[in-house]
């Protein structure tokens, strides 16, 4: 009986492997991969092939750092992303399957979630308005350079 038990195990455990390494419907179809409008920027902050494999790594140690230890950065920030991959037609990376995000994590089958707090669309920025709220938006739980390091 526990002999069963254990193949029984492993069996399930073979069917969830061979599941999870299935490729999307749409690749399994032989769908043509997508393509991507280039950003507006002169390049990215790192080479194509690396954000390929590992901008959801980057972006999830952004997170961690922005709001379990207050660390804010532009460097690998999904603000920034949004500002430079944003459609021409759009003005989105995730309102068509033909926006940046969207084509690739379509194709993938991958359910994209940054979008259930974090914009699509690059905000619009006023005149003289970025330095003025980035100095008004510190947190208050947060030491800053205004006031020696104390907390206010």
């Not at 494999?53 to 603000?79: A, C, F, V, W, Y």
Request: charged letters at 25%; one cysteine or more.
């Amino acid at each position: 009986m526990a002999r069963l038990s254990s193949w029984l195990r492993l069996a399930a455990l073979i069917g969830a492997a061979a599941v999870l390494a299935a490729p999307s419907f749409e690749a399994a179809a032989g769908a043509d991969k997508p393509t991507l409008t280039r950003g507006k920027g002169d390049k990215c902050v790192e080479d194509t092939e690396f954000m390929r494999r590992n901008h959801m790594d980057l972006l999830k140690h952004q997170r961690d750092e922005t709001m379990h230890k207050g660390i804010r950065t532009t460097k690998h920030s999904l603000k920034q992303c949004v500002e430079c991959h944003a459609g021409e037609k759009s003005g989105s990376v995730a309102a068509s399957k033909e926006d940046f995000c969207m084509a690739c994590h379509s194709y993938a089958g991958v359910k994209l979630d940054c979008w259930d707090c974090h914009a699509t669309k690059p905000m619009a920025k006023k005149p003289g308005q970025a330095e003025a709220k980035a100095e008004s938006k510190a947190s208050p739980l947060m030491p800053n350079s205004r006031n020696g390091g104390a907390k206010p």
